[in-house]
């Protein structure tokens, strides 16, 4: 039970009547690294927006740390941190500003150590010297991690990527998986990755599950998924 | 059908996002130099276009009502017509018309943009709330802009009103018997009763533009039209506003 850091339990969600997640009942493992393959359209954004409370599921339950929550994004001191597709920066705020804006919101610590906390975490992903740049200056790649900086700072328990990869070339798709292995390396974070890119799965993840048609077809690790031969993976 | 009932439900989220709005208001400390910023920004926006508005209509209406007057030679009311039209309905509406086109349209389309891109959806997952971040600032600097941008325009259609009353041949009414007729006509209850009207028409413009706006979704081209729909309906609210407020005000005898 306690090693669970969310639990899904036969939710459902739909839109105009169509079945989009489809009663799914799943585990994720406490500081695992857990990726989410499936094609495009079958529902991979809205589950995770689920796992965050963006969207509320039509029925069934999503357990946090145990607990069910209005609000997934902090259960007590449980924070959860999400990382949009779209990397959907703050385009009238510098970079730096994008990132200390949740210390800035909440009036976590003084303005300086917030911008020096800020500044060590960028600089980790190799982006300080674009702190204060406007996001529209900024590549595909390079706005990515400034996402990422940005859910960094709040010191989430549970992080979550839609597509961190979907437009970047094969270089900046490395330095993600770096960044992800990194962050699995410490030990203290879980990780929920949604892709549809096969190698990068294989590259970052405990463990995969294949979501198709609003249901998860199979779960295991990538040896797993490897040798299941299963068709969807030819056709995603 | 659909027409009335999206207005319904138009309305609707309006007067619930209101009400967000003013449970807001106690934050309004943390969200002081976003307000500040939102006045300058208003300003600008605003302030030069209004002189030319203000002088020009305080122009033309002593031109028309001062050669009619002339006519029955009564010129030396012209300063009580053209001051009392000007502060109680000319400034206040069209001071509204003006921040609903170029304030509450862009407000509508920044709020649009932020919804399409996501950016009001990663707020939320931070714990930022919508209202008190993006809402409260702008409402709260409409709410001064307007009534002060009220007050300037009254003095510029004044001055409008004066100068071609002087200076036209048929009307020549000179500018101390224009300010002499104007101050006794004029009471500080008409002044008070534009800038009443300012304050509704800044709530209803601040809050139409913030919530079509926070409520766009779907792709790029719905922020066209989002701006679109937010000026339309801010026009409309303006006009139906400034009806019922002057029906108010000479009812509890302001006006
Ligand atoms: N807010 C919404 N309103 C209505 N339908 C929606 C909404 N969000 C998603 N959908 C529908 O849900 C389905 C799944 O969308 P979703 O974005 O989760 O796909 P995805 O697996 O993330 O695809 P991609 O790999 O392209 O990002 C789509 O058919 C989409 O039309
Ligand atoms: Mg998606």
Known sequence: ????????????????????????SCDFIKNKVHAILGKSGTGKSVLLKMLIGLFKPDSGKILINGKEAEHYKSVGDFKMSYIFQSSALLNSLT?????????????????????????????????KDSANKMPSEL???????????????????????????????????????????KLKARGDITQIVVTHDIGFAYSISDTISILDNGQILITGDPDLIKSSKNPILDSI | ??????????????????WLTIKSIKYFGSSMDKFIFQLFDMGNRTVPVAALIALSIGAVLALQTGIQLSNYGMQ??????????VCTELAPVMAAILMAGRV??????????????????????????????????????CLITLPVLVIYMDLIGWLGGSLVSSMNQSISVSLSSFYNDLSQVVTFSDIAAGIIKSVFFAIAISITSCSIGLLAQGGPREIGHSVTKSVVASFISILLLDYVLTRFLILVGIL
């Not at chain 1, 990132?99 to 960028?122: G, M, Q, Y």
């Not at chain 1, 979907?166 to 900046?172: E, G, R, V």
């Not at chain 2, 030396?76 to 039209?85: A, F, M």
């Open chain 1, 1 to 24: 039970m306690s090693d669970v850091s969310i639990k899904l339990k036969e939710v459902s969600k739909s839109f105009d009547g169509k079945l989009i997640i489809d009663t799914i």
């Open chain 1, 95 to 127: 970079v730096l500003d994008n990132v200390t804006i949740f210390l800035d919101e909440h009036n976590v610590d003084e303005k300086e150590s917030r911008v020096s906390k800020a500044l060590k975490i960028l600089n980790e992903l190799g982006i």
């Open chain 1, 139 to 181: 590549s595909g790649g390079m706005r990515k991690r400034v996402a990422i900086a940005r859910s960094l700072i709040i010191e989430p328990d549970i992080l979550l990527y839609d597509e961190p990869t979907s437009d970047l070339d094969p270089i900046n798709t490395k330095t993600i998986s770096q960044i992800i292995n």
């Open chain 2, 1 to 18: 059908m659909n027409t009335i009932l999206a207005i319904i439900t138009g309305i609707g989220e309006s007067l619930n996002l209101l």
């Open chain 2, 76 to 85: 030396d009311k012209i300063g009580g017509i053209v001051g009392l039209s």
């Open chain 2, 104 to 141: 509450g349209s862009s407000i509508t389309a920044e709020l649009a943009s932020m919804s399409v891109y996501e950016e009001i959806a990663a707020l939320k997952t931070m714990n930022i709330d919508p209202v008190r971040f993006l809402v409260l600032p702008r409402f709260l600097a």
